[in-house]
């Protein structure tokens, strides 16, 4: 599986041209190799060059605006991937703070916080007062609506916004509008708007002239960049049918730690890196979830996503900035990478049965019991999951590493469940008479 992944990275790595820009697969590199972008969109044809030393001091010359977007600070979490999120969070604070020019505001993507904790949100809250920028707008990430379906992130951080915490706002002509696609998942399913929701966006969208440059943001992606592991939405169509007549829409997310673009006519799609932690590429791994990178190369994989908007030239200037960005990419034998450790599956027995949650999987998937037994599930995980009856008979709290849920099934029938973090998971119980 390392090698599978190393092969990839040598792939892409032998793809670079002198620029270091591969044209073939630029963005998968961009988000290995840590260096970042700059991408100008002129008539629907993006151009872009690496973002070299020095680039960021300029990008912000003549723009209208600027806004910063962070994503996935995970506050709480700390596994071989990254044991101090506080402090890379810091750090990407430092280089907002340090910016030659002041972004008028920051944009957080969600995953505030990794277990949905008051002393996580504390803490990110301390973190965020020292940015220069006062002004900041938020949308929940899976982890932070984990323990009463997002009542405490409305309270603190969703103040003055409909159903789950969406909202829209205007800067300078620009109509911006923050998306919630985390709550209510089906089993099976991916990321999710919602009925309410996109009746809501529907309208906040009507009177609007075609000729607005519309800013949609959300946590999990709003196209579908790889569905086995959640990457998606299942009706974003939906609410990107409601911005077609609009002349220039930029969408922009979190949720999968790595630098991943799309231009589709008029609608340009971006996903920002993570300042805790990085994820595998799509499908070079057995799941998503941290991945350990040798702990001098971390910073390049983390960083934050400077957003400049000429409003004159209908352009839109997006720069992704690694933390780090001092040294070339994947120097020495920096391209060693190194899944956190899995357990492999264990057999269970008759009288206490067990469910592993390993590399986002139930395993075994389905099992059958006889009534009365007890079934223990543990999450071998660094990443929190939960255990949740599709039918409403049983819900674990989140469950975090090494964690179990143990659940006595006293009547027959089947019972289906599904981690409502990552609706993609599923398993299900059959309990003979
Ligand atoms: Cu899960």
Redesign the pocket.
């Given at each position: 599986m390392t090698n599978k992944k190393q092969d990839f990275i040598d792939q892409r790595l032998q793809d670079l041209n002198n620029d270091g820009v591969d044209r073939r697969g630029f963005l998968k590199c961009m988000a290995w190799a840590g260096t970042g972008l700059v991408w100008t969109m002129s008539g629907g044809i993006p151009v872009s060059r690496a973002f070299a030393q020095g680039a960021g001091h300029t990008a912000g010359k003549g723009a209208d605006f600027t806004f910063v977007q962070i994503s996935d600070s995970h506050i709480g979490f700390n596994k071989p991937a990254n044991p101090d999120v506080t402090a890379t969070l810091q750090t990407a604070i430092n280089k907002i703070n340090a910016m030659p020019h002041k972004p008028d505001f920051l944009i957080h993507t969600g995953d505030l916080s990794q277990l949905s904790k008051p002393s996580e949100f504390d803490t990110l809250d301390q973190v965020l007062r020292g940015a220069s920028p006062k002004q900041i707008y938020f949308v929940p990430g899976?982890h932070d609506v984990l323990t009463d379906n997002g009542e405490q992130y409305l309270q603190r951080y969703g103040k003055n916004t409909k159903g789950a915490g969406w909202y829209s706002f205007d800067q300078k002509g620009v109509h911006f509008v923050g998306l919630v696609n985390v709550v209510n998942l089906k089993a099976g399913g991916l990321g999710s708007l919602g009925h309410e929701q996109l009746e809501w966006l529907e309208d906040d969208l009507k009177g609007r002239s075609a000729s607005t440059p519309i800013v949609l943001f959300a946590h999990i992606p709003l196209w579908t960049i790889y569905p086995d592991w959640g990457w998606g939405t299942d009706d974003s169509e939906q609410a990107l049918s409601y911005v077609k007549r609009f002349g220039s829409v930029t969408v922009l997310n979190g949720h999968i730690h790595q630098v991943m673009q799309k231009i589709e006519g008029k609608v340009s799609f971006h996903t920002a890196m993570s300042t805790a932690f990085p994820q595998p590429a799509p499908g070079t791994a057995p799941s998503a979830g941290p991945m350990k990178v040798p702990a001098d190369q971390l910073q390049r994989v983390l960083g934050i996503t400077d957003v400049n908007y000429l409003v004159s030239g209908s352009s839109l200037a997006i720069i992704d900035s690694p933390l780090d960005s001092s040294r070339s990419p994947m120097s020495g034998n920096g391209g060693g990478t190194d899944m956190a450790a899995m357990a492999s599956g264990g057999a269970s027995t008759d009288s206490t049965p067990e469910v592993k949650?390993d590399n986002?999987a139930f395993t075994p998937g389905a099992i059958t019991i006889k009534r009365g037994t007890q079934v223990t599930w543990i999450n071998h995980?660094d990443?929190?999951?939960?255990v949740d009856s599709t039918q409403g008979k049983f819900k674990s709290a989140a469950l975090d590493t090494d964690q179990k849920f143990e659940f006595r099934f006293a009547e027959p029938g089947e019972y289906p469940y599904y981690?409502?973090?990552?609706?993609k998971?599923t398993g299900s119980i059959v309990v003979q008479s």
């Open positions: 899976e949650i986002f995980d990443i929190p999951h939960t981690c409502r973090m990552h609706p998971m």
